[in-house]
């Protein structure tokens, strides 16, 4: 079970085989589902004399492009000249939105709106500088509005700090940009930068004797500011020109491999965005003193007299504006580093966006396996420098995605606002009162066994299913998650395929309103389908009748090992399998469970267990009553450690006629004077 799960849930029981494919397996739906999957690459490449000047007059055919020297065919063809635009006409272009995460899909504004425009991102990562080091970035970009910024730029201001803030859409406003920096006041800083390994050699001593190892924080933090680089470019892939992010930071480093699964999403999004990165170290050029600065305390340990601490200065700086190389090599764009001339930035952007042609083409390589794929850029002029971006990754499909990438997929799925639709899913679930303002929730999900693929090893048909799920209550709060993997092992999948398949857990929480999201994902294929729905738990002091939810079911099995008695579920050594669908046969029972709790006492009863219940079942069609169980009475409370009576009743489905019905539970508690009935809906096949 996972760490995380232990506290608000317990898995009781893997999967389920619904009985049979009429009783147990949801009904038909008919999808049309289009997908495209034909992608086109797009490589900007800057043409120069022998001067150094800029070839303007360049056609599609003096171009050849090679994809791992394999001729490819040009499609499109563009010349893009920023130094055509006169005048700074554009007040502010809508792409990014107001918030990265709940910015359009598609730019609102016409494609034409950015032909021949320089789109730059001014990215401050507070969450790695100090006051005095945002207060640099803040003043050379200030600068760059003032004195560089040209009629062509448009520029948008992101900052990260506790979290991704989009502070200025595109704009060639000058005023606006200058407002929108001042309020990077002083202070604006985090300080978020790389703490301690835990070992105290070579460290300050300031009177501690312990050093805490931070490695889990460096790697959540780096592994953060990478999604968020990749989140802006995934928001600019919509538009073809190149875009320039500049990233002003304090550095970046990386904790080993850790980190190397979000820094290639991070690189392969800015590519297929056609966005290139340049990072700036805004600490500027600095002086690494032996044995320490005069303002800092003495060294730990031997390594001052050594040498060593000044290895490791030197390593740490290194280690630092490593990933930012790694960044901009990897994106076409370029790091700036060790530098106290910050306006070099600025030139090397408009250098390599003044003029450029953007050549489009679609890769003879339909394999969607992941790889590095290497582009070469020839021209049948001789002569001439050309610039361009090396390569690319290709997509890859999920056969080809590694353990990372897999579980980031998930993860993604779960907080996105959009459902999955791929596979279908199914969920119900219901509460049982076990003590004071504390719930046993039994959650099911179904998945219809016909779409899960079955890979042959063996003797046996195998299958697995990754389920993740969180539970928030009314301020979007996680309250508890649930990560799992559920393995299907049978000796002919064709027997699958005519049933569902169920996977139970529960979970325990208080009276409230809380919100439920699961998805779930096959791992032949990738096919992942999501479900979400409220859940509202009642404050039983407020109930005059306290009832729990009504379980309808089709199957009670022996309980296995290790089933708790706790579970209101489980009794007597039986097991209640909820049916999810309220689908059933007339071939089969239908068993009804549900609880009834602190029942009233009979005025001249001497136990204190002793109740007066009544209750039964009636099924409606339209208005008419179809049929009607017997009465049962209750005398005695059944469940002392619940307060409650606990009811389970056998309904042979051979009295319905196919069809719809609801359901009516009739609860009449005789000795208080009170009564309910809750109504389900079900289907007779």
Request: glycine letters at 6%; one cysteine or more.
């Amino acid at each position: 079970m996972n760490d995380r799960l232990k506290t608000g849930a317990q898995k009781l029981l893997a999967v389920v085989l619904c009985a049979t494919m009429l009783g147990g397996t949801v009904p038909a739906q008919t999808d049309y589902v289009f997908r495209a999957k034909t992608e086109i690459v797009l490589v900007n490449v800057t043409v120069r004399d022998k001067d150094g000047n800029f070839v303007r007059n360049l056609k599609a055919e003096d171009f050849s492009v090679l994809e791992d020297n394999k001729p490819q065919k040009v499609l499109s063809f563009d010349l893009e000249n920023t130094d055509a635009v006169a005048t700074a006409d554009v007040a502010q272009v809508k792409v990014l939105g107001n918030a990265v995460a709940a910015a359009p899909d598609k730019p609102a504004t016409s494609p034409a709106a950015f032909k021949d425009r320089r789109m730059v991102v001014l990215f401050f990562d507070l969450s790695s500088m100090e006051p005095e080091d945002a207060e640099r970035a803040v003043k050379s970009a200030n600068n760059y509005v003032d004195n560089q910024m040209v009629p062509a730029d448009l520029v948008a201001v992101v900052s990260l700090s506790n979290s991704l803030n989009v502070n200025q859409d595109f704009t060639a406003d000058k005023a606006q940009l200058k407002k929108v920096l001042q309020n990077f006041a002083t202070g604006s800083g985090q300080g978020f930068e790389e703490g301690s390994t835990g070992t105290t050699e070579g460290t300050v001593d300031t009177g501690g004797a312990f050093s805490a190892d931070d490695t889990e924080f460096n790697i959540f933090n780096t592994d953060r500011r990478l999604e968020a680089l990749r989140t802006v470019a995934k928001q600019l892939e919509h538009i073809d020109q190149k875009k320039s992010l500049i990233y002003f930071s304090n550095g970046m480093t990386r904790t080993g491999i850790e980190n190397q699964s979000e820094l290639r999403a991070a690189t392969n999004a800015a590519v297929r965005a056609n966005m290139a990165i340049y990072t700036m170290d805004i600490r500027g050029l600095q002086a690494v003193v032996p044995g320490g600065e005069a303002q800092s305390a003495s060294l730990r340990g031997v390594s001052a007299y050594s040498g060593q601490s000044m290895s490791n200065a030197f390593d740490s700086n290194f280690s630092s504006q490593e990933t930012l190389v790694t960044l901009a090599g990897d994106t076409g764009g370029r790091a700036y580093l060790d530098s106290n001339d910050f306006s070099k930035i600025y030139k090397g952007v408009q250098n390599d966006t003044s003029t450029y042609y953007m050549l489009g083409y679609h890769s003879m390589n339909p394999a969607r396996d992941g790889r590095y794929r290497h582009i070469t850029v020839k021209l049948n002029q001789p002569g001439m420098k050309l610039e361009y971006r090396k390569g690319y990754y290709a997509p890859a499909d999920y056969k080809h995605s590694n353990e990372e990438d897999r579980e980031r997929q998930l993860d993604e799925e779960l907080a996105s606002d959009l459902p999955s639709t791929d596979l279908h899913v199914y969920f119900t679930a219901s509460y049982f009162r076990l003590g004071d303002d504390k719930f046993s929730i039994p959650v099911s999900l179904v998945v219809p066994g016909s779409e899960i693929p079955f890979a042959q090893k063996s003797d046996q048909d195998k299958a697995t299913l990754d389920i993740v799920g969180v539970i928030t209550d009314e301020k979007k709060r996680p309250i508890t998650d649930i990560r799992d993997t559920v393995k299907l092992a049978v000796n002919t999948s064709s027997e699958v395929r005519r049933k569902n398949v169920q996977y139970n857990t529960r979970l325990f929480l208080p009276s409230g309103k809380y919100h439920a999201k699961f998805v779930l994902r096959e791992n032949e294929t990738g096919l992942m389908g999501s479900f979400e729905t409220d859940l509202n738990i009642p404050d039983f002091k407020t109930i005059p009748l306290k009832m729990s939810s009504v379980v309808l079911a089709n199957q009670v099995q022996p309980a296995g090992k290790g089933k708790s008695n706790g579970d209101p579920l489980v009794r007597d050594g039986s097991e209640v399998i909820p049916n999810v669908t309220h689908v059933f046969s007339t071939g089969q029972h239908l068993y009804l469970y549900y609880e009834i709790y602190d029942p009233g006492k009979p005025e001249k009863s001497t136990e204190k267990s002793d109740i007066k219940l009544l209750t039964n079942v009636a099924f409606f069609r339209g208005k008419a009553k179809a049929y009607e169980t017997p009465l049962v009475e209750a005398r005695q409370i059944n469940a002392q450690n619940r307060h409650a009576a606990v009811f389970q009743l056998d309904v042979p489905l051979t009295q319905l006629k196919p069809g719809f019905y609801t359901c009516q539970v009739n609860v009449v508690d005789d000795a208080a004077g009170k009564f309910l009935f809750p109504r389900l809906a079900m289907l007779v096949r």
